[in-house]
């Protein structure tokens, strides 16, 4: 199936943004620093992985339907709730949309997330994206531990990179309301030649 989301064209067009800053930044140091230890990451969530096959994908969230944890989302998407007190704050109510990138044999190697608070109102400055970018990140290394977020500077932007062995995390904001977050297995050969950045063309043509 076809992933129309706005948010993935948006992350693809960031993402080339990123390419295109200078070559050895913190960022770069970072992606080689962890490839070079050979470790995967492929731990996505609720049991789905980087390699996880598009009918054992639908499969489980076929199961978590059915244990009530998760419902159907915007068009094909997944929808999770979160409690904001997993952060140690007062409980919020987090929405969380997913679903993953196939590549031609329809194996997962990228994740979409889309994080929101339901009752977003304009004038309520405490559930504007950016107060929710930083939860994200803490929900984020909760989730995966590891290494921290460092920031990289992407179109006049600071956004959060998080750089686990293979797996790298990339948080923005996508509009006052909504926090996206895009995970790659950058060992995949479809990203494995753009994570020390080359040109912006590489990086067309991921929506799977």
Excluded at 89 to 110: C, G, H, Q, S, V
Excluded at 182 to 207: C, S, V, W, Y
Aim: charge should be neutral.
């Amino acid at each position: 199936m076809m992933m129309t989301w706005k948010f993935i064209r948006y992350a693809s067009l960031a993402f080339c943004g990123f390419l295109l800053i200078g070559c050895e930044t913190e960022y770069t140091k970072a992606v080689k620093a962890e490839l070079a230890k050979g470790i995967r990451q492929d731990s996505l969530l609720f049991g789905i992985s980087f390699g996880s096959t598009r009918e054992e994908f639908y499969g489980k969230c076929f199961d978590l339907n059915k244990q009530k944890l998760v419902s159907q989302g915007v068009g094909f998407s997944v929808q999770y709730m979160i409690k904001d007190s997993i952060t140690g704050r007062k409980p919020e109510d987090i929405r969380m949309l997913f679903y993953p990138n196939f590549d031609t044999l329809n194996i997962i190697n990228a994740m979409n997330l889309e994080f929101s608070y339901p009752g977003w109102m304009p004038g309520q400055r405490n559930l504007q994206s950016d107060s929710l970018s930083n939860h994200v990140k803490e929900i984020l290394e909760k989730w995966y531990g590891g290494n921290p977020f460092i920031t990289a500077r992407i179109n006049e932007q600071d956004v959060p990179v998080k750089i686990d062995g293979n797996r790298r995390i990339l948080v923005f904001m996508e509009d006052p309301q909504r926090v996206l977050v895009r995970i790659h297995d950058i060992n995949h050969p479809e990203f494995m030649h753009q994570a020390l950045g080359l040109k912006k063309d590489d990086t067309q043509g991921q929506e799977k």
